[in-house]
């Protein structure tokens, strides 16, 4: 069966390279397995183009391959591809795809000189671009636009199962900073609690849009850990890549105000896994916020390398991460999250979608804690977003909250430099007291 083509919004940046860039550039399209670089570049290629070669350098022939040990007569190259492939190129008007380019660095290499040449255009797929062995020996072209490409986010999904409403009375709702109203609050938290548990990885919205069944759909979802898994030990023999992917949920519901390396194996030492987290955030299956030790609009000069949280990059597969030494049937999240009875020691998994949302608009994450000045408690700010000259705090609660003194003290502490501050809930919206009390549906269009 054909995959699935969802309207995603990356098309646009697409578009916005061929127009502007494509003379100059190739465009190289990063993000995690299975994410839907594939099927977005192949689907751009029918479109927007005359004709296109798509060169899948995971399932290609030998013959294929072999034309890239010597790129140096391009006329003799193009008339080997198009031959070997079946395909007219035609100049200006054909683009070719070098789809998961990180197996093969050296046609990755030629892209300065293919593009130099200036017949065709080129797109480039690829996920773990940047982990040594697939920058070995190889002088990584400058002649690259890169874009990243990341889950669904819930705007996405809305279009994927044919909502083209919801996301517009959000956005309105938000714009005028206007409560939704008991039944209609109770339906948009409904669509987007499916969300969460689907999350918005391609296969597993179009195995929900197939069978209507949560138990299939969380079995994809563990074919993609499973492959993320399998990933990681390109990154690293000794396994501690994954053990590291495998504690993120283990690590937010201690609610320890950084990761904790003893969530992934005993007796890890700080370096040992300040050199792998590069390379795992190079697979786009990870999102990282960095504490900010002086919060203002330069977090990114003063970050805390050391000190960070992590975030699965896909809140569909972070539940089935969580839960995934149960089997389905024992798995009671599914109905506790569609039933809005999510028990409060649960609420990190808003937290981890939060982060997706905010990433996926093209935040860098931060938080910060302080210590209280009359006992050992550690307040926390969750999201720390900067706005213009200002910041904008963001503290994340599940359940019925009683109280948000973390953000109170840190506001008092910087009120020079704040803009807005929110609350992010599983309530109504509301205005209170300076304070911006979001539904977590509203974050994807803050």
Known sequence: MAETVFKRKLYNEILEWKKNRSDKYALLIKGARRVGKSTIAEEFAKNEFRSYILIDFAHTSKAILELFDDTYNLDFFFLQLQQLTGVRLYEKESVIIFDEVQLLPKARQAIKYLVAD????????????SIRKNTKDILIPSEEHKISMYPMDFEEFLWAVGDEITADTIKLLLKSKKSAGNAMHRNLMRMFRLYMLIGGMPQAVEAYLEHNNLQVVDEVKREIVDLYEEDFTKIDGTGLAGDIYDAIPASLSGNASRYVLSNAREGTR??????????????????IAYHANNPGVGMS????????????????????????????????IYNKLLSDKLEANLGYIYENVVAQMLVARGNNL????ME?????HLYEIDFLLSKGDKINPIEVKSGNY??????????????SRIRDQYVVHTKDY?????????????????
């Open 430 to 446: 509301k205005w209170e007291n300076g304070i911006h009390y979001l539904p977590v549906y509203m974050i994807p269009f803050l």
């Open 270 to 287: 700080l370096e040992q896994v300040r050199e792998l987290i590069p390379d795992i955030l190079s697979s786009y299956t990870v999102n």
């Open 372 to 376: 209280s000045d009359t006992s050992n």
């Open 402 to 415: 009683r109280g948000h003194k973390s953000l109170d003290m840190f506001c008092d502490k910087y009120s």
């Open 366 to 369: 931060f938080y910060y804690t």
């Open 301 to 332: 000069l003063e970050k805390d390398a050391g000190r960070y949280k992590l975030f699965t990059s896909d809140v569909g597969l972070f539940i089935t991460l969580a839960f995934k030494d149960k089997k389905y049937t024992e798995n009671i």
């Open 118 to 129: 200036g017949r065709y255009k080129y797109i480039e797929t690829g996920s773990l671009l």
